[in-house]
């Protein structure tokens, strides 16, 4: 049996898969690996890209798009690795993240599935927070505008706590879950919870399956040193499918699945919540957003953020998110009161638009108040 098994679902991949693929060649030189691509019916040249210059790597090619988690399924049934790395194509492998990854999960033995550091900007400095498996609990932070209308509450707070301690972690952190762009899966913990459930065609697969594996006992991890770099949701906007819709299908089907009906009618009127009060603030303009920048700027251009020193403060904690409520995000610390932020970044959000948030962290690491919520637009 070889070490690991790198499985790959791509769906119109072409502009990323081939620096994918050979970030991973280059980079797993100690460890034996196998490489399976499970295209689902790429309209471009994804599949001749991988025959051309990839000839070992193991391509299936389906007939129709049968989702993300069937998809990896299928590689899992033909692999032969002792780990199962579930990978993005729109990622880039850092040297020896893969080796590391392995060798501790050989050394930990009650570690079921682990991720690592995975920046979502080409500087390396935002990086994306832990996975906080959706629960009732946090259903209310997901699917309602709580956390933009009441950003310093301590609910708001607890919820983006988890996230605050990983990003300054310099130590493996036992975690609740780790995001999908890469996770390292025993091959022994996906087997017995029975691999992805395929009734998920896109989102919260991630979710159902990291809290299948909690619940047989199995520890997750998240590994600071590994690091890689996802190109935030490239391969979901290249999708012609409608995603709010998926998304909506997908949430619900999870949250009756885990909660039965009491769950699926819950998120049914959650979103309805959202949907009322989403229209309350556009009319009102109520939420905690301080300023607006917005320009043009040049490819190689950059947003310069400064703002007001804070006495006291050992540093400031940064997050980047393509919603006001910062539910999907990246976050990095700085010592200073000036940011310069790149604006290709905003090629990556939604509408080339997001949101920087500031929040100062004290001596003894006590998070202070947000001190602003500055949303950020590039036009042309």
Not at 98 to 115: H, I, P, Q, T, Y
Request: glycine share 4%.
């Amino acid at each position: 049996m070889i070490d690991l098994t790198i499985s790959i679902v791509t769906f119109n991949s072409e502009n990323f898969i081939k620096n994918c693929i050979n970030s991973i060649i280059e980079n797993t030189k100690e460890i034996s690996t196998e490489i399976i691509v499970v295209d689902n019916r790429s309209e471009d040249g994804t599949s001749k890209i991988i025959k051309t210059y990839f000839p070992n790597v193991t391509l299936i090619e389906n007939r129709e798009n049968v989702g993300f988690g069937r998809a990896h399924n299928q590689s899992f049934k033909i692999s032969k690795g002792r780990y199962f790395l579930v990978l993005n194509p729109d990622t880039i492998i850092f040297p020896d993240t893969l080796n590391k990854m392995v060798k501790f999960m050989d050394e930990n033995r009650n570690v079921g599935a682990s991720g690592c550091k995975i920046f979502w900007d080409k500087e390396n400095n935002f990086m994306f927070p832990d996975l906080k498996i959706h629960s009732l609990k946090t259903a209310i932070f997901q699917f309602t505008p709580f956390c933009r209308f009441f950003p310093n509450s301590m609910f708001s707070r607890w919820y983006w706590k988890s996230a605050n301690i990983l990003w300054d972690s310099d130590k493996p952190i036992n975690v609740e879950g780790v995001t999908g762009g890469l996770i390292m899966l025993r091959r022994e913990a996906f087997e017995a919870v029975g691999l992805f459930d395929e009734n998920f065609f896109l989102f919260f697969e991630e979710h159902d399956l990291l809290r299948r594996i909690k619940k047989k006992g199995w520890e997750i991890y998240y590994l600071p040193e590994p690091k890689i770099l996802h190109y935030f949701e490239e391969s979901v906007r290249n999708s012609p499918i409608d995603i709010n819709t998926v998304y909506n299908k997908s949430a619900l089907y999870y949250y009756e699945k885990h909660y039965k009906k009491f769950g699926y009618h819950f998120i049914k009127l959650l979103f309805k919540i959202n949907k009322f009060l989403n229209k309350i603030d556009n009319y009102l303009k109520i939420s905690y957003i301080h300023k607006n920048l917005q320009h043009k700027y040049p490819e190689d251009g950059e947003f310069i953020i400064k703002w007001h020193k804070e006495e006291h403060v050992k540093k400031y904690l940064l997050e980047i998110s393509y919603s006001p409520e910062f539910a999907e995000r990246g976050g990095m610390y700085t010592a200073t009161n000036i940011l310069s932020i790149k604006s290709d970044i905003l090629k990556k959000l939604p509408n080339k638009t997001g949101f920087i948030r500031i929040t100062p962290i004290y001596n003894g690491n006590k998070t202070g108040k947000i001190l602003k919520i500055i949303k950020i637009s590039r036009i042309g």
